[in-house]
C-alpha cells in the first residue's frame, strides 16, 4: 500500500521532491485548451524526490479523441513513468461509458500505456460501466465522509460499495487532507499496491488489472506466534498488520497513554491501520503508522488477552 496526493494549479509552489508521500499525481490538462502550469514542476520536482507519478485529464466532454490528443501532447516526456489517468467527473461524466472507453481506447492504443478512470461513487453507481470495467481498465474512486481536516494519511475503508468493479487500484478518501510543508488542503490517495505494481500500471504495453488489496494478517493470531519488542515505557508490543473500523468515537493521540497529547478524534465509521498492539493500562491499544510518526488508539478495554471489541470491528 502507499499513500499519496493529487495536485493541480491550486497546489502551485509546492516542493513536491520533498513532501511526505509516496507518489504525487499533477493534473496535465483540461478540455482542448488548458494545460496546468505548474504540472512539469511538480512532476519533476517529485520524480527528483524519488517518488512515483501520475497525470490526469479533466474531460471537458468534447470530441473524445480531440481530448486525448491534446493530453497525450502535453505528457509525451512522461509517457512510461506515469500513470495516465482520465478524470471523469461533472460535466462530462453526463456522457456515460461511450465517451469514456473511446478517450481510454485511444490513449491506450496511442501511448501502449492503459490508463486509470477517476470517478466519484455516485457516478461509479450510477451510470452503466460494465464495458469500461470489462475491458480491464482500472478505477480510482473518490468518496468522501466528510469535509473535516485529516492530519497526516489515515487510509480507511469505503463507505458504499463499487457496482462494476470488483476492486479499486486506487481510493481518493478526503479533499481536506494536511501535510507538513504546505499550508492548505489536499487530496489524500491510497494505493492498494507496492511500488512494483505502481509501475506495471504506467509501463507501456502494460495492464490495468485492479490491484487487490492485501489481506491483513487475523488479528486473533496467538501472541506466542507473532513477534515483539517492548517500547521505552516498558510496555510489550507484538507487531501485526492489520485494520480497525470504529463503532463509536475514539481519540487518536500521540502516545499509547490516555494521557498523551490528542491528534484528533475518529469518528464512527471511520478505519485505520495498525502495525502492531499492546495491552496495558487496562485497555488495548493500536499503533497507527503516519507519514510524521506514529498514532496510537484505544481499540476497547483489555480482557484475557484478547483483541476483540464492542468500540469497533478487527480485519
Same mark, same amino acid.
Given at each position: 500500500?502507499? +499513500? @499519496?496526493?493529487?495536485? =493541480? ?7 513536491? !521532491? %520533498? ?5 504525487? /499525481? ?35 466532454g468534447g470530441d473524445s479523441k480531440q481530448e486525448a490528443d491534446y493530453f497525450i501532447s502535453a505528457v509525451q516526456g512522461w509517457i ?14 453526463? +456522457? @456515460?461509458?461511450?465517451? =469514456? ?7 491506450? !492504443? %496511442? ?5 486509470? /478512470? ?60 494536511r501535510l507538513g510543508g504546505w499550508d492548505g488542503p489536499l487530496d489524500f490517495d491510497v494505493f492498494y499496491g507496492d511500488e512494483s ?41 507484538y507487531n501485526e498488520s492489520g485494520s480497525f473500523k470504529l463503532n463509536q468515537p475514539i481519540n487518536l493521540r500521540w502516545g499509547a ?59
Open positions: 500500500m502507499m +499513500n @499519496g496526493i493529487d495536485v =493541480a494549479s491550486y497546489q502551485a509552489g509546492m516542493m513536491t !521532491a %520533498k513532501i511526505s508521500a509516496d507518489f504525487v /499525481i499533477s493534473k496535465a490538462t483540461e478540455g482542448t485548451n488548458y494545460v496546468n502550469p505548474a504540472c512539469a514542476g511538480q512532476i519533476n520536482g517529485a520524480l527528483a524526490g524519488g517518488k512515483r507519478i501520475g497525470l490526469y485529464h479533466f474531460a471537458s512510461g513513468k506515469a500513470i495516465l489517468v482520465l478524470d471523469y467527473e461533472a460535466p462530462a461524466v453526463k +456522457n @456515460g461509458a461511450t465517451w =469514456a472507453k473511446t478517450w481510454l481506447d485511444y490513449v491506450s !492504443a %496511442k501511448t501502449g500505456v492503459r490508463p486509470l /478512470i477517476y470517478l466519484g461513487l455516485s457516478d461509479e453507481n450510477a451510470y452503466d460501466w460494465s464495458t469500461v470495467a470489462g475491458a480491464n481498465y482500472g478505477l480510482w474512486i473518490a468518496q468522501y465522509n466528510n469535509y473535516n481536516p485529516v492530519y497526516g494519511y489515515a487510509p480507511r475503508d469505503l463507505y458504499g460499495a463499487l457496482k462494476y468493479w470488483k476492486s479499486a487500484a486506487m481510493f481518493q478518501y478526503t479533499s481536506s487532507g505494481a505502481w509501475d506495471k500500471y504506467a509501463k507501456k504495453n502494460g495492464g490495468s488489472t485492479p490491484v487487490q488489496p492485501s489481506t491483513p494478517s487475523k488479528p486473533d493470531t496467538p501472541v506466542s506466534k507473532l513477534t515483539g519488542f517492548t517500547d521505552s515505557l516498558g510496555d510489550r508490543w497513554k490516555i494521557s498523551s497529547k490528542l491528534i484528533g478524534t475518529l469518528q464512527s465509521g471511520a478505519s485505520i491501520k495498525y502495525d502492531a498492539f499492546s495491552h496495558h493500562d487496562g485497555y488495548v491499544w493500536l499503533r497507527q503508522p503516519r507519514s510524521d510518526g506514529y498514532g496510537y488508539l484505544a481499540s476497547g478495554e483489555s480482557s484475557g488477552g484478547k483483541r476483540t471489541s464492542s468500540w469497533g470491528t478487527f480485519s
